[in-house]
């Protein structure tokens, strides 16, 4: 017996009243809309984190670039300060050289100093010398002593005023020209003024153009009428006896012992009329 079930059918009808379903398969632009859709989100949410990891990468290039250019500034900085600190070290060097090539300038002068003051003490003694002997042999001696003394010393002096003028051109005492040996007289010429110094003095010789006719040789002045003069046997040189007698009694000569005071010769009186 056939039946008439849908079961038993060959075939399957839709039901009354629903919907055709269709058999054809989906276009493929609907398919890439559907399919792209969460793809969309994603490239974008992925394109914002690469844009972001390129600006963080630019701005962490600028950082890394001021960072290098503050580096930079502070080494050049640290540099400067060094170079200043240096500056200052050798402007502190070069003050110290002037100072101490002043004290050296200064001490080398100061030695020129007390040798020309030594050489004009010296002269000093050769006049004297002139008036505390008529002995020509002294003379000569004393002369030679002090001409020896004076081309010593002239030599010594130019050798400071070498080293004088090197020290200031070129600040350096490390290459100064030896100095010859110290000018001094001799003990010989030191114990012949000595002696001569421990004998009475003379009176002060004339220049050649004072009047000895007209002078007195011991106070220089003119002579006077009425005014007590000696005379010299010898060498006629006329002197007041008041300043003879006071030569004497400075020179502790006894006045029985009437002697000229210039070569030692009797005296006489004579009354200036």
Known sequence: ????????????????????????????????????????????????????????????????????KTDATEVAIRDLKKKMEEMEKVKKEVQMAIEGRKKDVEKIEMEGDQLREKKENLEGDLKNVRLLTTDP?????????????NTTSEIYLEV?????????????????????????????????????????????????????????????NDYENGDQVLICKTCKKPVHRSCWMKWLAKQQIKTADQTCGLCRGPMIVRERK
């Open 1 to 68: 017996m056939s039946s008439n079930t849908p079961e038993s059918s060959g075939s399957t009808s839709p039901a009354p009243g629903a919907p055709k379903q269709s058999t054809s398969a989906p276009s493929t632009s609907k398919t890439e809309k559907i399919a792209c859709a969460p793809c969309a989100g994603r490239t974008k949410l992925l394109n914002g984190i690469i844009n972001e990891i390129k600006e963080a990468e630019e701005k962490a290039a600028h950082f890394e670039s001021d960072a290098k």
């Open 137 to 149: 042999k002294m003379w000569d001696f004393m002369e030679y002593e002090i001409f020896h003394f």
């Open 160 to 220: 400071i005023e070498m080293n004088i003028q090197k020290i200031k051109k070129t600040s350096n005492t490390s290459d100064l020209l030896p100095l010859p040996p110290y000018p001094e007289i001799t003990e010989q010429f030191k114990i012949a003024l000595e002696h001569l110094e421990s004998l009475p003095q003379e009176p002060v010789h004339h220049d050649a153009s004072d009047n000895p006719e007209m002078n007195c040789y011991i106070c220089r």
